[in-house]
């Protein structure tokens, strides 16, 4: 209500006139509700405060009672707003106001009503701003200040009786804010005045509802504070409450004081008895049942739980009281009892007494939850028993998600129980009333598995993909809602793996890389799927890994997971597809396939983290075996086409070649073999493509340190394996290898046969070597054929005869006789094709030389010494002949 300017003005009547239009705009706001309560005590503050500044020595009566409403308006406010220090000032300030104003009155010389009414109006003004300012020191904590303005209270409601009712519902209000704060002295003290208020005054009292309310939070108040110390008094609080209202709430609060207080049977029930007499309704007389049981009282839980039946046999809603026995029962371990408490439940559900939907869903839920307990314990007939209990309330062809999942849970017993007819019709009748369920198709899925029937399982698995894009709820608490569909399908994955099904697996493990947001689930299924594969089988199929491998890229750039996770599963997958790769020694492509994948992973770590030392030479190797595996691919010519193969072999060389140069600058390589071997694939790789590249490939092993001998050996079997054909640089590499032979800078021939009676093991593996080199030199020197039969060409491989003579004269016993016996052989045979052209001299030379090695021929020289010497003979003889026949014409030849 706005308030009008004062008739008369006087001293400081711009201040209030300023005060009053202030009060009349907060007012106004007030009313649309523009002004926050902390606003709005602002805006009083100052408006009152104004009005106060204006204040004379002698204040009009209108001035006066302009304060009294300013102030203890403002006063309020602050109190609303949590603010009780600013709040005394201003109800100080009304309470003089009033002091000043009913002295005003008192001093009158007339006794008129008005001036008595308006007496009245002070006292209860008064009284109003008394219970603030208790309020307000009850707030901050001072209740012995409070209680006395209460008191004062008090001793005005003989005037004011009809305040009776405000002062002790604001004493119960102080009761219920001290119980709230766990004050309970103070709340019994403010909850006792409050009912002692309330029979100051019966006929302006509370309702009775409000004084048994305020004795029952005074028993409850001694209960909690301490039962066993004030259990008298919550006794006969709860008895008067009871009294001047009975409730069942009072007699429910008078059974719970009784338990607390460890009173016997016969107490308890005397009180379990009222509660059927006042006709409570059966929730409250089930709550009374479970806290009967919550404090151990079983025997008396479960008499009342009978009386209840028989109570409310005719209720409607008699299955609550039903269930709740038969939920009892199987709490207290009484399964037997348990269960054929459900049976009759089953039994009366269908023949009069169904149970309301409210109780039915309970039931489901009890049966459920035992079930899941006893297939946790996989104890899976018991659980499918509980199941079928449930199914027992479901009508036949009935349409409910609720049987879907139910069928489901069934078919999870019959499959653990190998009973996979009865999984498949349960599957059927959860695909038959929720087909768009993910859950349904993992159940199809699963069935389809065990009967190996892959089309089914395919065609389940692109359902499931189809579906995990939808929000998928809780599963019987086995999964999470966020990540259910990503859970289902790392289960189906482990679940074809188990079951030998690989394509399946892998499919899964697709579908999942496509929706699963989750990058560490998606991680924990790959790895877990793939553990699983290795324990299951010999090897991993690299196929198989290609997927994680697409996913471990996806994911190793994703900042959602932690640095430390990621660069933990690229370890974990590195080592993984190395370990696979050594299982492949007999299958080069998997193994090529395998060191690849590691390589990728050792990448992705290097992305995440510095690469150290063991990284780079775990890339190194990688990419050396996976050259490797596909150069030994192309010799057993196990692909068609090997071009691409080749040139992707020289790619890993080039790449290899890099990560070995990072290597070798951060330390001392020198006995690594790695630069050797990088040119002998390189090497291979061009032979075999015929790049002419090999020709400096071949001048870049040449300017290696220390180059062995058999290194150069390699070189020029690889420059004439099919289809390398380099001749030329066969030899070259020959060469160089056979100098080596000849200054071996650990191996000396003669010197092991003068002063050691036994050569060293490094001596034969040399003179090994140097026989091989002679033959591979030797045949490639001799000719073949009439065209061939050049004087040069002839002249080199006389000389790595002679070579050969000389090794085999200083360690017969190391020289392989039938080596020996191919030299001679050869020699022999070139002997014989140049007669064949006429060429006797020549002839008669490499005859003579086949026949100086027939004395080392050991157990054979005897045979062969016969008969070469008599074809050497018969040459011999035919050659002088054909001397004298052509006369000087032979001699110039």
């Known amino acids: 209500m706005q308030l009008a300017h004062p008739a008369n003005a006087k001293t400081g009547e711009k201040l209030e006139e300023c005060a009053i239009q202030l009060w009349n705009w907060a007012v106004t706001k007030n009313t649309g509700s523009s002004l926050t309560n902390m606003q709005k005590a602002k805006v009083r503050h100052v408006a009152c405060s104004l009005l106060y500044c204006c204040e004379g020595e002698t204040p009009t009566e209108g001035r006066i009672r302009k304060q009294i409403l300013m102030a203890s308006k403002a006063g309020r406010t602050w109190l609303d707003c949590k603010n009780p220090p600013n709040a005394d000032i201003f109800l100080n300030l009304a309470v003089k106001s009033l002091e000043t104003l009913y002295s005003k009155l008192t001093s009158r010389a007339d006794r008129s009503s008005d001036t008595t009414l308006s007496k009245e109006d002070v006292e209860k003004d008064l009284l109003r701003i008394l219970s603030f300012q208790a309020e307000s020191a009850l707030s901050q904590g001072n209740n012995t200040e409070a209680l006395a303005y209460i008191q004062r209270c008090k001793d005005m409601l003989l005037r004011l009786p009809k305040d009776t009712a405000y002062l002790s519902l604001m004493c119960y209000n102080f009761g219920v804010d001290t119980y709230n704060m766990r004050k309970f002295e103070d709340s019994t003290i403010w909850l006792s005045q409050s009912y002692n208020i309330a029979k100051m005054n019966v006929k302006y009292a509370p309702e009775s509802q409000v004084q048994a309310r305020i004795l029952r939070l005074l028993a409850t108040v001694y209960v909690e504070w301490d039962c066993q110390r004030f259990q008298e008094k919550a006794l006969n609080a709860v008895s008067l409450a009871n009294k001047e209202c009975m409730s069942t709430s009072g007699l429910y609060l008078k059974i719970r004081i009784l338990l607390r207080c460890g009173a016997s049977d016969d107490h308890i029930r005397a009180a379990l008895s009222e509660i059927l007499e006042v006709e409570a309704a059966l929730d409250e007389c089930l709550s009374t049942v479970n806290l009967l049981v919550s404090e151990d009282r079983e025997l008396l839980a479960f008499e009342f739980l009978k009386r209840v039946c028989q109570h409310f046999e005719a209720s409607p809603d008699l299955g609550s009281a039903l269930v709740l026995h038969a939920e009892l029962l ?482 017969p016993d190391d020289f392989p006789q039938m080596e020996t016996l191919w030299l001679l052989t050869r020699a022999w045979n070139t002997g014989i094709l140049l007669y064949s052209l006429a060429r006797y001299v020549e002839a008669e030379k490499w005859c003579g030389l086949a026949m100086s090695f027939v004395r080392h021929l050991g157990s054979l020289q005897e045979s062969y010494e016969t008969q070469m010497s008599t074809l050497y003979a018969k040459i011999l003889d035919r050659l002088e002949k054909a001397r004298i026949k052509h006369g000087p014409r032979a001699m110039e030849e």
């Open 330 to 811: 199987l709490q207290r371990g009484k399964e037997l009892l348990g269960k054929q408490k459900i049976e009759d439940i089953i039994t009366g559900h269908y023949t009069g007494k169904q149970l309301s939907p409210q109780a039915l869903t309970c039931l489901h839920l009890m049966l459920w939850d035992k079930a899941c307990k006893y297939f946790e314990a996989r104890n899976y007939s018991e659980a499918l028993q509980w199941y079928n209990y449930s199914l027992s309330f479901f009508q036949a062809g009935q349409l409910d998600p609720n049987l879907a999942k139910l069928q489901r849970n069934r078919a999870s017993c019959f499959l653990q129980l190998k009973q996979l007819e009865k999984a498949k019709d349960a599957v059927k009748e959860a695909e038959r009333c929720d087909p768009g369920s993910i859950f349904t198709q993992f159940s199809v899925y699963k069935v389809a598995v065990l009967e190996n029937n892959a089309e089914k399982a395919a065609e389940a698995l692109k359902a499931m993909g189809l579906l995990s894009k939808a929000p998928v709820s809780r599963e019987d608490r086995l999964l999470v809602p966020e990540t259910a569909a990503s859970h289902l399908l790392k289960l189906a994955a482990q679940i074809a793996l188990e079951n030998e099904q690989q394509e399946a697996a892998m499919k899964a493990l697709e579908i999942l890389c496509e929706n699963c947001d989750d990058a560490g689930l998606l991680l924990s299924a790959l790895r877990s799927v793939l553990t699983l594969d290795r324990s299951t089988r010999s090897q991993v199929s690299p196929r198989r890994l290609l997927t994680p491998s697409a996913a471990l890229h996806n994911i190793s750039h994703q900042s959602s997971l932690a640095a430390e996770q990621r660069t933990e599963y690229a370890d974990w997958f590195r080592k993984i597809a190395w370990n696979s790769a050594l299982y492949c020694e007999s299958r080069p492509d998997r193994m090529r396939d395998f060191f690849v994948l590691s390589y990728q992973a050792s990448m992705e770590l290097s992305h995440l983290c510095p690469p150290d030392r063991g990284l780079l030479m775990g890339q190194k190797t990688c990419l050396l075996m996976a050259a490797a595996a596909s150069l030994e691919l192309c010799r057993k010519s196990l692909l068609s086409d090997q071009t691409e193969e080749l040139t992707r072999v020289l790619e890993q060389i080039q790449t290899c070649r890099e990560v070995w140069k990072t290597l070798k600058a951060s330390g001392n390589f020198s006995t690594d073999p790695t630069d050797t071997l990088l040119l002998l694939y390189e090497f291979e790789a061009c032979a075999k493509l015929n790049n002419p590249k090999v020709e400096t490939v071949l001048e870049s092993v040449l300017e290696l340190q220390n180059v062995e001998a058999k290194v150069l050996e390699t070189i020029a079997a690889l420059a004439m394996e099919p289809p390398a054909h380099f001749p030329l640089l066969c030899r070259k590499a020959l060469r160089v290898a056979l100098a080596l032979h000849r200054n071996p800078p650990q191996v000396d021939l003669s010197r092991c046969r003068q002063e050691s009676p036994l050569p060293t093991q490094n001596d034969i593996l040399s003179a090994n070597h140097f026989h091989k080199c002679i033959h591979s030199l030797i045949n490639l020197s001799l000719p073949s054929g009439v065209s061939e039969a050049e004087a040069r060409v002839l002249q080199e491989a006389w000389g790595y005869y002679e070579e050969a003579l000389s090794i085999i004269a200083a360690s």
